[in-house]
C-alpha cells in the first residue's frame, strides 16, 4: 500500500499505482474521513506493458509502453501519467510519445468509481461495534453512485474534468493532456473542524530541518503529507492512513519532541487545540470544560452522532500535555504575546485538574469514563486490556495512570513559570505546594518496594497496579521521580524483560498478558521510547539513551520502507534470529514516531 497526500485529499494505492479496492481494499480517494472514490483507473485500447511506477509524497507516476498495433512486433509508444494532489484537487498529466514509422489512434478512458463510504466502514467492513452487518458493508463497497451523492449529514460532489476519447499521433509526436477531480464536501451542520479546514496544499517547506541529519531530512516528505492545512496554520495529523485528522496527545508529543527545531508547529497545536477545549460536560463525548479534545472527525457516523468522534475528549493526559506544552513553548521561543493569548485557555485547562481530572479528591489526575461509545482505556495505552495486574487481572475505574501523574507534576511547574512570565504570581504558592505533596505522595503509593520499580496505575480501590511496564519511564522525563528511585527504574527498563534489543518494551515479558504482538501487552513504541530517552538525558543516563537510540535507529533500517512505524512487534533479536518483526496493523507514516528520530538526533549528538 503507497499513500499520497498534500492537503486534505489521501490518495490510497497498491505498491503498483493502482487505485482499485477491488486489489487493495483500503484504495481509493479520501476527504474529510469519506472515501469518495474506490476506483480510479485509466483504460488504454492498446496492448501495453508497465514499465515503472514512482511516488513522491504529493504524486505518483505511471509509465508505460504501448504497442502502436497488434501487428507491431515491439513497444513503441510511451505513455506518462502523473497524478498529483494539491489541496481538495487531484491533477492529471498525460504524456504521449509517438516512436513508431506510422500515425497512431489511441482511445484513452478514465473509469471513476464513487461510493462515499465512512472511513471507519472502510477500515472495520464487518465489526459490529458500528452496528454494521456484513451484507450492508459489502453493499455499500460495491455500489457507484456517481459525481454527487447525498447523505443524513451531508452533500458530496466531484469536479470531474478527466483526458478522454481518441487521440491521433503522428510519426514522431507527442501530445500532453491534463484533467482534475475536484472534491467537496457541504456538511448540514455546524463543525470546528469544518470551519478551521483550508482547502489548499501544505505551507510547510522544512527548510528549517536542512541541516539535520540525512534521517530526519527523509522524513520531511511524510510530514508534508501528515499536514492538515487549517486557516491557523499547517497542523500535524497523527498518523496514515487512518488517523489524517486532528488528535490531541499525538500532536502535542510531537510539539514537544520536535520543539527545538519546529516551533512553528508547536504554536500551530496551542492554537487549534484552544479553539476545540471543551467548555461544557457532555457525557457522550466525554466532554468536561477546560478539558483538550482526543480526536476530532467528519465522518458520517460521528456526524450522525452513531459515535462520539466528531469531537471526542475521551483522554486523560492532553489537557496536562497543553499546559506542558505551553510552558515549554514559551521557554524555547520566549513568544511572550502568543502564550498570553492562550491564557485563558491555560487558566480553563489547570481548574479542569481541580473540578474533573482529579475524580476522587486524592490529588491524582484519574480516568473514568462516562461514554458507553467511546474509550473504555483513557490514557495513551488506551487498549481495552491495557492495564492489568500481574495476575492478568484487568483494573477498574478510575485508573490513575503512573506517567500521567508525572505529567501533572510536570504541568504544574509549567503553570508556575507561565504564571510568573505573565505576572499572575497569586497563585504560584498554592500551585508549588501541590506539585510538592504529589510528588512526595507518588513515591509513596506508586512505588513497589519488592520490585524496586513503580506500579503501571492505581485502581479504583488505590491499588497498585503492579504489572512492570514501560510507563514508569516516562516519569523520568517530567521529574517526579525521587532521585534514589531513579537507578533502578533505569536498571529495570534496560534489563532483557523491558528492553527488546530493538526497544522498551511496553510490557514485561514477564508479565500474564504479555504478547510481543499484541498492541499495548509487549509490542515497542518509539514514541513511547522517545519520552524514555528524553528522561534519561535529563538524568544524567547518557549511554543509555545512545542504546535505545541505536537499537530503534538499526530497527528502522529494516523495514522496507525505512520508516519508524507507530509500533512493532516485542519480539527480542535473539527470538528473530536479528530481524525485526512488524505488527500487522500499524500506520506508517505515522506522527510521534517521525517525532521520535529528533530525539534520537539530540541523544547521539548529546
Known sequence: MKIVKNGNLMLICSNEGIIDSGKDPAAGLYLEDTRFCSALLLEIDKRSRKLQTKFKYDRLINRYLLRSSPLSSHFDVFLEETISLSGN????KLRLNNYSGGSVDINLNYVLK??????????????????????????????????????????????????SGYYALGPGESIELS?????????????????MLEDRPVKFSGKSIDNLPTTIKES?????????????????????????????????IFALQTL??????AKTVLKVLGVFQANEVDDFRDSTPGKIIHEARLNYLSLNNQIPF?????????????????????????????????????????????????????????????????????????????????????????????????????????????????GKRERIPIILEKAKTLRHNFNRDFWLEDEKYFALALDGNKRKVDSISSNPGQCLFTSIVDDDKVDPVVKRLLS???????????????????????????????????????????HGYTLEAKKISSALLEAMKKFDDRRLPELFSGLSKEEANGDIVEYPASCSPQ???????????????F
Open 89 to 92: 484537487r487531484l491533477l492529471i
Open 260 to 265: 527545538n527545531d519546529l516551533p512553528e508547529i
Open 310 to 422: 466528531g469531537s471526542y475528549y475521551g483522554t486523560i493526559d492532553a489537557t496536562l500535555l497543553y499546559i506542558i506544552l505551553a510552558g515549554e513553548y514559551l521557554k524555547s521561543t520566549d513568544d511572550f504575546e502568543t502564550v498570553k493569548k492562550l491564557l485563558s485557555n491555560i487558566e480553563a485547562a489547570e481548574r479542569w485538574i481541580y473540578e474533573y481530572g482529579d475524580a476522587d479528591g486524592d490529588g491524582y489526575v484519574e480516568y473514568l469514563p462516562v461514554s458507553e461509545r467511546g474509550l473504555q482505556t483513557q490514557g495513551w495505552k488506551d487498549s481495552g486490556d491495557s492495564v492489568s495486574f500481574k495476575s492478568g487481572e484487568l483494573a477498574r475505574p478510575p485508573v490513575a495512570f503512573v506517567e500521567v501523574q508525572g505529567y501533572l507534576y510536570q504541568a504544574y511547574h509549567s503553570l508556575v513559570y507561565i504564571y510568573e512570565r505573565l
Open 591 to 605: 506522527l510521534w514516531s517521525i517525532g521520535t528520530l529528533f530525539t534520537i538526533n539530540r541523544a547521539l549528538n
Open 220 to 252: 520531511i516528505g511524510d510530514l508534508k503529507m501528515l499536514m492538515i492545512p487549517t486557516r491557523y496554520g499547517d497542523f500535524p495529523a497523527a498518523g496514515l492512513p487512518w488517523y489524517a485528522t486532528i488528535f490531541g496527545r499525538d500532536s502535542l
Open 496 to 538: 532483557p524483560e523491558l528492553f527488546s534489543g530493538w526497544g522498551v518494551r511496553t510490557l514485561s515479558s514477564y508479565m500474564k498478558r504479555y504478547n510481543p504482538f499484541s498492541y499495548h501487552n509487549g509490542s515497542v513504541w518509539p514514541h513511547d521510547n522517545s519520552i524514555i530517552i528524553m528522561g534519561l538525558l535529563k
Open 114 to 163: 464513487c461510493g462515499y463510504e465512512d472511513i471507519f466502514v472502510v477500515r472495520e467492513q464487518n465489526d459490529s461495534y458500528f452496528g454494521l452487518s456484513e451484507e450492508k458493508a459489502d453493499s455499500e463497497m460495491h455500489s457507484d453512485k456517481g459525481l454527487e451523492h447525498e447523505d443524513a449529514t451531508a452533500f458530496y460532489n466531484i469536479e470531474k474534468v478527466l483526458p
Open 179 to 195: 484533467g482534475y477531480l475536484h472534491f467537496h464536501k457541504v456538511l448540514k451542520s455546524e463543525s470546528l473542524l469544518k470551519k
